[in-house]
C-alpha cells in the first residue's frame, strides 16, 4: 500500500506590484476620471492653486490654461525619472544636494589630511655582491673568488631622525658586519 502525498499548493499575489499606489479607488467605485496618482493630485492643487490666484493674467486666453491644467494633470500620471516616481527622485535630489563635497566615510564628513613633510634615508647597495652563488656552480680545477664587500651610501637624514639602522633585519646585519662579515 503507497501513500499518496498531498499536491501542494502555493499561490502568490502581485496586484501590489502590478499597480502603483493610487488615490480614489475604493473597492469597485473610484472617482470620475481616476484613480488619481500622489503625483496628479499635486499637480492639481497646486495648478488650481495657481490658476486662481493669477485669473487676472491668464483670463484674456480664455479655457486654454484651464485645458493645459488638465492636460498637465493628465501627462504626470505615470511619470518616471530614471525608473523612479517623481516624489522619490525630488527627495533622492534633495539629499544629493545636501550632501558634503567630499562625501561621508563612517557617517562623518569626508576631510582630505593636513599636508605633513616626510623625512628618510636610504641605502644603495651593489646588487652583485647580495646574490649568493651556489657552490654547484662553480667550474672544478678554479679557486672561489673572494666576495666584495657591498658599498653603503648614505642618504642624508633628518636630524630628528636616529641615524642607525631601522628596521631588525638591518640591525641584524649591522652587528654581522661588526664582527667580521657573516659565519
Avoid: C, N
Avoid at 36 to 46: K, L
Avoid at 173 to 178: D, F, I, T, V
Amino acid at each position: 500500500m503507497s501513500a499518496v502525498s498531498p499536491v501542494r499548493v502555493g499561490r502568490f499575489y502581485t496586484s501590489a506590484r502590478r499597480h502603483p499606489w493610487v488615490l480614489g479607488k475604493v473597492a469597485d467605485w473610484k472617482i470620475p476620471l481616476g484613480p488619481y496618482t500622489p503625483a496628479q493630485i499635486a499637480v492639481a492643487v497646486g495648478g488650481g492653486f495657481a490658476l486662481f490666484k493669477s485669473i487676472a493674467v491668464w483670463s484674456w486666453m480664455g479655457p486654454v490654461p484651464v485645458v493645459a491644467w488638465g492636460v498637465a494633470i493628465w501627462a504626470v500620471r505615470r511619470p518616471k525619472v530614471r525608473g523612479r516616481a517623481p516624489l522619490q527622485a525630488a527627495l533622492g535630489w534633495m539629499l544629493l544636494v545636501w550632501q558634503p563635497a567630499g562625501g561621508r566615510l563612517g557617517g562623518r564628513v569626508a576631510r582630505d589630511r593636513a599636508a605633513r613633510s616626510l623625512f628618510g634615508g636610504f641605502t644603495i647597495e651593489d646588487a652583485s655582491s647580495t646574490v649568493p652563488v651556489p657552490s654547484s656552480s662553480r667550474r672544478a680545477g678554479r679557486p672561489a673568488r673572494r666576495r666584495a664587500r657591498p658599498r653603503r651610501i648614505e642618504a642624508a637624514v633628518h636630524p630628528s631622525q636616529p641615524s642607525g639602522p631601522a628596521s631588525q633585519v638591518q640591525q641584524l646585519l649591522a652587528l654581522a658586519e661588526r664582527a667580521g662579515g657573516a659565519r
